[in-house]
């Protein structure tokens, strides 16, 4: 299989399960966000906000109201009982967030915020910085402090959460999923 | 701003407006197929399937199909007009598609959908294949053909059709659009 520095990248990405502390560079941080911006989109209509967020308290708020959103809502009550029972960290203590919030009028939208945290991912990875991709916290902005979340992150107007890229530096690495190549299917 | 060659990628990766005939070699379109398959997904699901198209007829016919479906959709209709006035190539002359159906009984999935597009385009680029992703041949799957392209192009049960990404070696180069840093908002 053909291999280069950004095949490898892709290849090594991995989702992290646990950061330390530690706030990565914020030179690094930037040319992630760039590389963000740099996505591309449904005719160019950039339907996002890249939303770095390093804001500890507000980390841990969002944290706190999404667990606490889980609880009421059925589908997420098994994960609330894992969450509760092992202590385990929603946020898996990572310092920095990329919150992605779209615009809910663009029908690509969705689209949209899935290739830019993939850009996120994939420039973070190349500067070995760890990520995560979540949806999770979807929930925080389904309550009544939704309204507060999106004036803390400056959300534009009918702009909704759509995806998180959690960022840091891995406290464990973990092997990255084993590629599926059945899902591959030529037709020539 | 920091540079390495992934970054380097990122930034000049750009959705490419015309396609030569000729078909990138086999073990790029591989190596493309494999980035995609390694990327992250909502629960690790892979709620997508990565179809190769290589079959020049199909590739025609979906275009023809999307023309006239285009026709026929009031919101498509200024898009039609320019097509039909220009005598545009809906698919850029492109001589390879990934089609990427995706599992629609999964919330995640447009989401992940747009994350495996990225993920192909990224690897393509750093093989110095072109690339650009569409969404406009959606409607080739919303008339009475939908059926048979689901069929040619061998979507799982209850899949539809999500985003694909044209490949090939550009006829032109473009440059890549100017990133607007302006849509990075730091809540630090």
Chains 1, 2 share one sequence.
């Not at 420039?123 to 979540?134: C, M, P």
């Not at 959460?161 to 190549?181: C, E, I, R």
Request: aromatic share 10%.
């Amino acid at each position: 299989m053909m291999i280069n520095e950004t095949l490898k990248v892709l290849e090594e990405r991995f989702s992290c399960g646990a950061f330390t502390d530690e706030l990565p560079e914020k030179e690094k941080i930037e040319a992630i966000a760039k590389a963000a911006v740099e996505s591309p989109s449904g005719t160019n209509a950039q339907p996002w906000r890249i939303t770095v967020v390093t804001d500890k308290d507000l980390l841990s708020e969002m944290e706190n109201e999404t667990i606490r959103m889980m609880s009421q809502i059925p589908a997420y009550k098994g994960f609330y009982d894992v969450v509760i029972s092992t202590g385990m960290k929603l946020f898996y203590n990572a310092p920095c967030m990329i919150v992605l919030p779209y615009d809910a009028q663009d029908p690509y939208a969705k689209f949209d915020c899935g290739i830019a945290s993939q850009s996120i991912a994939v420039a973070a990875q190349s500067l070995r910085v760890a990520s995560h991709i979540i949806a999770i916290n979807e929930v925080a902005f389904m309550g009544e402090k939704a309204a507060y979340f999106k004036e803390k992150l400056q959300f534009p107007e009918n702009y909704e959460f759509g995806l998180a890229v959690l960022l840091g530096n891995a406290a464990a690495t973990k092997a990255p999923h084993q590629p599926d190549l059945e899902k591959i299917i030529y037709v020539g």
